[in-house]
């Protein structure tokens, strides 16, 4: 089935987009100080964020702007109830940006010169959660946990890795594509704007379930996941192990990739027959939902 484009007209031939504006955020009727007074116990705070750095390495590179947003969220329901406070801020990292950053991000050298995060109150926000969230938390999380004591000790949830776009006929995962088809876009590439993307994503219905795209990844990231990697496989198996969405990790120079505890048993089946053709020779890590997207994870 297709993904029934938002915005598509009746006789499909045109698609409207609405630039994202706070009007456009659609919280429960039911949600007002008398209902959260007695169901306090549904009522979640995340943090979600997203970072723009000089590069793609947390360990060489700097994060020149953060920006934050808090949600209060059902737990039940996945349904966002409310947007709370946020913070934005610049980092001069000493160095020239590329023009590629610069141009990716609209930042220039000049907006980045004597500023500096305040990360003492990122710190007060991120502790004042019970989860954080991010696009791709695999490239956030590492350069977030670098600056920020709360971040470490925290679950964080990826709408990237841990909704299945693949599955709900959309093709790509990328936050500005699902904004198109989800009828909305944002002009600017800039941290608070993307997190604002994403929120406004999240809150919006999965069509194939009826509940809000959060629901989703909240099931996912509260569960461990288990690192699963082909050991010594065969060069000629390369496009067997790309195909069922293994990735080639170059520090342990193998294929791996995240799997549920449910499914490893068929995924060690898999390997058996169609990588090693004989004994699984792989090998399988757990990682507790806390260090989920950690970067030695």
Known sequence: MAFQWIGKSADGNTVTLHKLNPSMFRFPAYFNADWAKQNAELIRKAAVVDVETTGLSYEDDQI??????????????????????????????????????????????????????????????????????????????????????????????CSLKQIDWSVKALPSQKLDILSVFHGFFNDSHRALSDVDSLVYLLSLKDQTIGSPYLLEMLNLAKKPSVHIQAVGAAFDTKDLLKARNYRWDADARCWSKGITPEELEAEIEWMKEEIYHGAFRGKYTEIAPVDLFKANA
Not at 85 to 110: A, H, M, N, R, W
């Open 64 to 157: 020149i702007e953060i920006g934050v947003r808090l949600i209060k969220f059902n737990r039940s329901t996945g349904e966002i109830l409310a947007l709370e406070q946020t913070y934005s801020g610049f980092q001069d990292p000493g160095i020239p940006l590329s023009e590629e950053v610069k141009e990716l991000t609209g930042i220039t050298d000049e907006m980045l010169k004597g500023q500096k995060i305040d990360w003492s109150q990122v710190n007060g926000l991120l502790e004042s959660t019970q989860i954080v969230i991010a696009h791709n938390a695999g490239f956030d999380r590492p350069f977030i946990d670098r600056m920020c004591e709360a971040s470490r000790s925290k679950i964080w949830g």
